[in-house]
């Protein structure tokens, strides 16, 4: 039997936690592009924004080329701010998140009563922005140091979401930053998740060494499910998923049984599997196969999802039936 997809419809994503979150995040990776210690990365940062473009039902076609954003970007500026009424917080985080970066260099980007505007608007103290500059030092050019940029930044992310209270509906994917998880995430997972019902959230990835635990753990903390991608053994993404588990979290874990696809960890060969933790069910998937989107978005994937949140709706964990796995098979 093949599922019925429904995909969230942009409005449906606009929770106080995804506008805030993903909104400050965007105009802040918006403005860092014009530093030269950002243009390595440009590639996966134009992707990045790419992607969350088309989630909110952005038209816009990034320039492949870094140099040509950063002539143009401000066309993406206007075109948050035309989003509509329904995605206000996620403007309003935006603009600060662009202004940020702009306060750092000495360039204004939007008038400060406006910026104050916003902040007391997201129920932030104004002074806080005053506060995270000062913490960036500047070079013998006057020039912010990149590394205490991108922290402050993320502190000022932190501090946009720290009122969001957690959301039942929203899932926070744990996965790797290199290829292909990044595809795999807009064009396979996210699928899957809002086809029942849940929003996808994914971190924005760093640059260079950048302080971000604190704004992951908080991210975290304000979501309903946690959704890992283990095929690498990750470390960052089993803390992810340990960390989202220990705090309550609704957990779904997916991993690729295609050898090509394993890195060190595995012996050739020898597919090891992790720890069966907290009764979490790590549904597999095998990239080699020419058919396995069809199978993870309309066959296993669907069946593991609705079994895992039925199994999850018990409020007693000694309620929550046993043998996921052999009801998931229907044996």
């Known amino acids: 039997m093949r599922a019925v ?12 936690l995804y506008q805030r979150f993903n909104g400050v995040m965007f105009g802040f990776f918006a403005q860092m592009a014009t530093f030269e210690a950002a243009r390595d990365q440009w590639p996966d940062l134009r992707l990045r924004m790419q992607h969350f473009c088309a989630e909110i039902g952005l038209q816009e076609d990034l320039p492949a080329d ?10 993406i500026f206007h075109a948050v701010l035309a989003l509509g009424e329904e ?5 309003l985080a935006f603009g600060l998140g662009y ?31 005053d506060e995270l500059v000062a913490k960036v030092s500047r070079d013998e050019r006057g020039r912010p140091h990149f590394d205490e940029l991108m922290t402050e930044g993320l502190n000022l992310a932190a501090a946009v979401i720290e009122p969001c209270a957690r959301e039942a509906r929203t899932c926070f994917v744990a996965m790797p930053f290199r290829e292909p998880y990044p595809a795999y995430c807009h064009e396979v997972y996210r699928v899957l998740l809002e086809s029942h ?7 924005w990835g760093g640059m260079r060494n950048e302080k971000h635990h604190d704004l992951l753990v908080a991210l975290i903390d304000r979501c309903g499910y946690v959704f890992a991608e283990l095929t690498d053994a990750n470390p960052n993404v089993t803390y992810e998923l340990g960390f989202g588990t220990g705090r309550g979290l609704r957990s779904l874990a997916v991993m690729d049984e295609n ?16 720890s069966n933790l907290m009764g979490v069910a790590v549904m597999p998937y095998d990239s080699s196969q020419p058919d396995w989107r069809r199978e993870f978005l309309d066959d296993l994937g669907p069946r593991y999802v609705s079994v895992a949140k039925e199994i999850y709706s018990k409020k007693d964990p000694e309620d929550r039936p046993s043998g996921f796995w052999s009801r998931l098979l229907g044996r």
Not at 6 to 16: E, G, M, N, Q, T
Not at 66 to 75: H, L, Y
Not at 99 to 125: I, N, Q, Y
């Open 5 to 16: 997809t429904r995909h969230l419809s942009a409005a449906d994503r606009l929770s106080p």
């Open 66 to 75: 870094a140099d040509e954003f950063v002539k143009t970007r401000n066309q």
């Open 87 to 91: 995605a206000s917080e996620l403007q």
């Open 99 to 129: 202004s940020f970066v702009g306060l750092t260099t000495d360039t204004e980007v939007m008038a400060r009563s406006h910026l104050d505007g916003g902040m007391s608007s997201l129920h932030l103290d104004p002074t806080l922005l």
């Open 197 to 203: 019902g849940l929003r996808c959230l994914r971190a």
């Open 259 to 274: 050898p090509a696809a394993w890195k060190d960890w595995r012996e050739p060969g020898k597919p090891r599997k992790l």
